[in-house]
């Protein structure tokens, strides 16, 4: 430790929400600065959750002498985490919380001002900025100014701190999933990259433009890491955009093989005017098993204002050339975008499945505040005001309308939708799963039942085991603790606290 320089503690919160996996960017976190002078504690009440996890946190405070307590907030963990806010602080007032996470980066300013117990706010890569954070609060920094990305109170106004990205990505720690008490993971989240360079009108960019990559062999240390100390089964590549680089998605998967790494894994975040024959090909030779394209429409009047940055062409032979290589493809799609209405909606979802996906996955069109779709509602559309900014998952209250494709047209598309969804990812032979999907269509989309029954024979005919097996590495990742883990684990000490 640097003389004159003192180790703060900060315990680090991961919120109650619906989506159960690690917290990715919390374990970078921790390990940034567990590497630094300072000592983070992490609390997991989203997988771990307590009866009353505001008296747990209190009793951190109280035994661990934390000063700083900061918290992870997504959309659908919002509404958990402020109200958690205003609890700890009614009962340890001098303690000094900080927000972070996606919403912070969507909202940050709408976050911080509505809710006066966050008394500080960090947006964008936080490994740098939070142990300059740190240092602020010990005095040994001088400005809020200093810190990259905060937000903060000055005479009454919000200021904002311009965020600055991570170039060397290669310079970061391994995320230490020691700090949740996890000692084995089947399914393994891995980051070979962060941000887009692309603009589509919907997304917010929440890691920026400048795509930045880490070097193979990085990956691959991590990679060996993880099967050697979580006895890891398959990985899940989390890019936005991890085939930008042919060269490197071949380098990858050579290195793969040259290494002995025999494991599954699929991509989340991959362009499909970069795919071609010997990428994909390298890809399935090295175990990949899933590619997860973000296609959002393949109405050709609704893809050309999305500005993807490709055709749909592209994505048609993206498709087929992952076909011809036996490599199974999900698709991201978005309901509602500019130029949709009831009738295309329907009309292009039913496309859709004559192109018999492997997986699909639908979601409303969300106007993110910063986005050319948030503009272009205010000019041509009707912001629903019972949406909930800060739960964007809620799809039952859509986010937005126009005239042209009214709000109860958009439910009732939804419901269609999401019945044909479940038709295509449908991989169950139990008469009582087929049961509940057969009443399901019968209430949102009757007159497609023969077709519906028909498409689903046929999937019935594939390897249902195989794909259930990949669609489990999409989703959500299964872990085992400690045998004594109770919540939170003192890496330095090796114990439970």
Partial sequence: MECGKKKMKILLIDPQSSYKAPNLGLLY??????????????LDLNNYPFENPVKRVTDLIDNLSIKVVGLSITDVSYKWSIDFINKIKKQRKNITIIAGGPQVNIIGKEVFENNE????????EGERSIIDFLDFQEGNLKEEEDVAGLLYRNNGAVRENNKGDII?????????????????ISGYMVLTSRGCPYRCIFCARNTGNRWRIRLVDNVIDELKYAIESLNIKSFRIVDASFNLNEARVIEFCNKLINNNINIPWMVSGIRADRITDKSIEAMKNAGCKMLAMGIETIDPGVFKGIKKGEKLEDI????????????EVGYYMILGLPGDNYERSIKYARKLQELRPDYVM??????????????????????????????????????????????NERLKAFRIIQTIVKVINFASRKP????ILIKEIKQNDPDSLDYHLSYIGNTLEQNVDEKNTIKHIHKETDFKYLEDYNGCFDIKARRMI
């Avoid at 205010?378 to 909930?388: C, D, I, M, V």
């Fill in 168 to 184: 060397d990505l290669d310079s970061l720690f391994f995320p230490d999933y020691s700090f949740l008490g996890i000692e084995e």
């Fill in 362 to 407: 639908y979601n409303q069109a969300v106007p993110f505040r910063g986005t050319d779709l948030y503009d272009w509602v205010k000019e041509n559309g009707q912001f629903n005001s019972e949406f909930t900014w800060q739960q964007t998952r809620d799809y039952e209250k859509p986010a937005y309308w126009t005239d042209e494709f009214s709000i």
């Fill in 316 to 327: 048609f032979n993206a498709i087929r050339i992952c076909k011809k290589f036996k490599l």
């Fill in 432 to 435: 009582d799963d087929l049961g």
């Fill in 117 to 124: 117990n966050i008394d500080y706010a960090l947006k964008g």
């Fill in 29 to 42: 976190l921790c390990s940034s600065l567990a590497n630094s002078k300072h000592e983070p504690y992490l």
